[in-house]
């Protein structure tokens, strides 16, 4: 981990995004609480997600590349990206794991871990982009709070 100033992630996102949803899923399964037989329209439904999501997840990373900047949260950044899926989103991974977490709980029809999805995304707002975008307006200043007024934090 770096010495110099970063977002202070401590916990790696995609890791809560999997950890939330095996909990979820387990527990939906030995409650019995939520669980469902996905339809085929559900089905579909969630491979759509899926596929989405790991397309704007992977679209995210190539601004990263281009830049020569770190992926890793917890490192910090060498330039402000605004291109690609950052033109409309500010957390394009994010919102990618998201879709990829909705259409795998779909597929397993785990409605209870479905359900963890909004105490995950707010735990998510609060412990990890807060951060991030603290560090943003210390690292780019005026530049990065123009670009949060001009694009959205999450769609």
Same mark, same amino acid.
Not at 103 to 115: F, K
Not at 147 to 152: A, C, D, I, L, N
């Given at each position: 981990?770096?010495?110099?100033?970063?977002?202070?992630?401590?916990?790696?996102?995609?890791? !809560?995004?999997?950890?939330?949803?095996?909990?979820?899923?387990?527990?939906?399964?030995?409650?019995?609480?939520?669980?469902?037989?996905?339809?085929?329209?559900?089905?579909?439904?969630?491979?759509?997600?899926?596929?989405?999501?790991?397309?704007? #997840?992977?679209?995210? !990373?190539?601004?990263?590349?281009?830049?020569?900047?770190?992926?890793?949260?917890?490192?910090?950044?060498?330039?402000?990206?605004?291109? #690609? *899926?950052?033109? %409309?989103?500010?957390?394009? !991974?994010?919102?990618?794991?998201?879709?990829?977490?909705?259409?795998?709980?779909?597929?397993?029809?785990?409605?209870?871990?479905?359900?963890?999805?909004? *105490?995950?995304?707010?735990?998510?707002?609060?412990?990890?982009?807060? #951060?991030?975008?603290?560090?943003?307006?210390?690292? %780019?200043?005026?530049?990065?709070?123009?670009?949060?007024?001009?694009?959205?934090?999450?769609?």
């Amino acid at each position: 981990m770096s010495t110099k100033d970063n977002p202070g992630v401590h916990f790696p996102p995609p890791l !809560m995004f999997f950890l939330c949803g095996l909990a979820g899923w387990q527990a939906g399964l030995r409650l019995g609480w939520l669980v469902f037989a996905p339809s085929t329209a559900i089905q579909i439904a969630a491979l759509g997600l899926i596929v989405v999501g790991l397309g704007l #997840g992977a679209w995210s !990373m190539f601004p990263f590349f281009a830049a020569g900047t770190s992926l890793l949260p917890w490192e910090p950044d060498s330039q402000l990206l605004t291109s #690609g *899926p950052y033109r %409309f989103s500010r957390n394009p !991974m994010y919102a990618g794991m998201a879709l990829v977490y909705g259409g795998v709980c779909l597929q397993l029809g785990s409605g209870l871990a479905l359900a963890l999805i909004l *105490p995950l995304i707010l735990l998510i707002n609060r412990y990890v982009i807060a #951060g991030e975008e603290a560090y943003l307006v210390r690292t %780019f200043g005026e530049t990065y709070q123009a670009y949060q007024g001009k694009v959205r934090r999450w769609l």
